[in-house]
């Protein structure tokens, strides 16, 4: 679909980015979450409240509800996807190389170990978007002190 | 249709000439006079004002005397004392509430204001009651986004002691009924506070016909720098309120254990003047002056209707607020695939600036059920061609949006997650 968007523009909404937050992966509360750790952006009204199940050291289950603009869904669904299964040090390592890549760090956008959270690196040039690809992030973070 | 200013009379919008300004609710741009203005102040006559016994620091003073009696001019104010120079609405309005609402709101008394404030006009209050456990009555909005005087007739009695409420609402874009809202609370005993701040850059504003106790204004919504504003009040009220912050240049005597207060406007404005501001913000009143508030005020009806006809085309938009006639120039809107902030950063990247969010009135926004619109905003150096832009920006952010979930108020989905 060529609309004739600016270079910065359709590098921020992918397909794959509009994929996620067209059909939002492990959308919904999560019954037996262990944690629920709610986040919200009072600029733009965003919402997500994150739902993680533990079993021992690792994240067995991981869900997300909310509203909220394509970069913070499309982000909250990633995330989720990302970070199950994995022990609480190592989410927190995919939090730092996210953040990273979010905050614009050049070596982290190249970095494979991030997968598919590789498009959301786009978001860096629009500081007013940042927040938005955090949100469910610093839940996640919140979530992973214990 | 072209602009009713040139667009190079803005430095800023003519350094970018394929830029669409369309947030001047927020703040407007600055004409060249008045930076100017401002830079002429600080190369030749800069020195603190009312404190040195040298030639320059009168011209100082003279500038910014006069720059008080320029201003108090454009809003219809004889007294220029009554004038009071704050860093703007939300400054202006904290010092009513400070000063005058500290002082005489007692336990039990009621302050009304309305549902679609500012947080500017609306925190203050609420805490003023808070602090007195006083209680703040919510005049609630029609569905067309306007006032009715009888929702306010119904609400005011002989317990409200302060009515505050915006002029033109910033999100609404709906124009109140500022003489009848001011008749009803003097009836009642109360004094009325008026929020100005969109209401002062896009039409005529004659204070003493407006009948209101208290109007705030912000300089830099209306041309001027920003940090400048002010608060028009009746003298005799003024005149009995307390200081709203002590120091420097507000006082007449300092004893040891006690102090007596300088004369208005100098009571309510301690520490050094932003002259400079003051300065640059009546240069804005010449420019704004020169031009017409009648012209202004027309020009951005004409956009108004454009944008309202164009977007009321469109199925998928959703217009908050009345119909342009009762409406100045700003205009709120959501978009059924579209959140606002992505509309936001697709226009950006088409060069039309938008707001996307709340618009400092999340009150409003939860009686409206968004949590957050887009708004498009006009002013003097608008034209038909960045409506057209911020359209065809519509347009393409329909298009790659296509087939994506409404952000609907509280979805949840079911309970999928594994
Ligand atoms: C209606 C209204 N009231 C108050 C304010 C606050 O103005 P300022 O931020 O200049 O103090 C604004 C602008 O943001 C406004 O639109």
Request: proline fraction near 5%.
């Amino acid at each position: 679909m060529d609309l004739d968007l600016s270079p910065n523009i359709q590098a921020m909404f992918q397909e794959l980015i509009l994929d996620h937050y067209r059909r939002p992966r492990n959308k919904g509360a999560l019954p037996d979450a262990d944690r629920v750790i709610p986040m919200h952006n009072p600029l733009c009204g965003d919402e997500i409240d994150l739902h993680l199940k533990f079993d021992g050291d690792r994240v067995s289950g991981v869900a997300f509800t909310g509203r909220g603009c394509s970069i913070s869904q499309a982000s909250a669904s990633m995330l989720t996807e990302a970070v199950k299964g994995k022990t609480r040090a190592e989410a927190t390592a995919l939090w730092d190389r996210f953040h990273a890549m979010i905050l614009g760090d050049q070596e982290a956008a190249r970095d494979k170990s991030l997968g598919a959270l590789r498009s959301l690196s786009g978001v860096s040039r629009f500081p007013a978007r940042v927040r938005c690809a955090l949100l469910a992030w610093d839940a996640l973070k919140q979530g992973m002190k214990g | 249709m072209n602009s009713l200013a040139p667009r190079s009379d803005f430095p800023l919008l003519a350094a970018n000439p394929g830029l669409h300004y369309l947030d001047s609710a927020a703040t407007s741009q600055k004409p060249r006079s008045v930076i100017d203005a401002i830079v002429r102040f600080y190369e030749t006559t800069n020195a603190n004002p009312h404190r040195g016994a040298y030639t320059l620091s009168v011209q100082a003073t003279d500038a910014y005397h006069n720059a008080r009696v320029r201003i108090a001019r454009f809003f219809g104010v004889v007294d220029p004392a009554t004038l009071i120079f704050t860093r703007g609405t939300t400054d202006s309005i904290n010092l009513v509430a400070g000063s005058y609402g500290r002082s005489t709101v007692r336990a039990g008394d009621e302050i009304v204001i309305t549902a679609m404030e500012h947080h500017a006009n609306f925190v203050p209050w609420q805490q003023l009651a808070l602090e007195k456990k006083a209680r703040l009555r919510i005049v609630e909005l029609e569905a067309d986004g306007t006032l009715e005087l009888d929702r306010f007739r119904e609400t005011l009695s002989g317990r409200t002691r302060i009515v505050a409420f915006s002029h033109v609402s910033n999100a609404l874009g709906t124009v109140n009924a500022v003489r009848e809202i001011a008749a009803l609370a003097r009836a009642a005993g109360a004094v009325s506070v008026c929020d100005g701040a969109q209401s002062a850059p896009h039409m005529r504003v004659d204070f003493p016909a407006l009948g209101v106790d208290f109007y705030a204004f912000s300089g830099h919504k209306m041309c001027g720098p920003m940090g400048s504003g002010g608060l028009i009040g009746r003298r005799d009220l003024l005149e009995a309120m307390p200081p709203y912050q002590t120091g420097g240049d507000m006082i007449e005597f300092v004893r040891d254990s006690d102090t007596t207060w300088n004369v208005l406007p100098h009571k309510f404005e301690a520490g050094t003047p932003s002259a400079a501001d003051a300065v640059g913000l009546a240069a804005a009143c010449d420019y704004l002056d020169a031009l017409g508030m009648d012209a202004v005020a027309a020009h951005e009806k004409t956009l108004l209707r454009l944008a309202y006809e164009r977007l009321a085309a469109m199925d998928d938009v959703t217009i908050y607020g009345p119909v342009p006639e009762k409406r100045s120039g700003a205009l709120s809107f959501t978009m059924t695939d579209v959140h606002p902030h992505d509309l936001a950063t697709i226009l950006d990247g088409e060069g039309v600036c938008i707001r996307a969010g709340h618009h400092c009135a999340q009150p409003l926004m939860r009686r409206l059920g968004v949590p957050a619109t887009a708004r498009a905003s006009f002013y003097l150096y608008n034209d038909e061609a960045d409506i057209e832009a911020m359209v065809r920006g519509m347009e393409k952010a329909r298009k790659l949006f296509a087939g994506a979930p409404a952000p609907s108020v509280g979805e949840i989905a079911g309970a999928s997650a594994s």
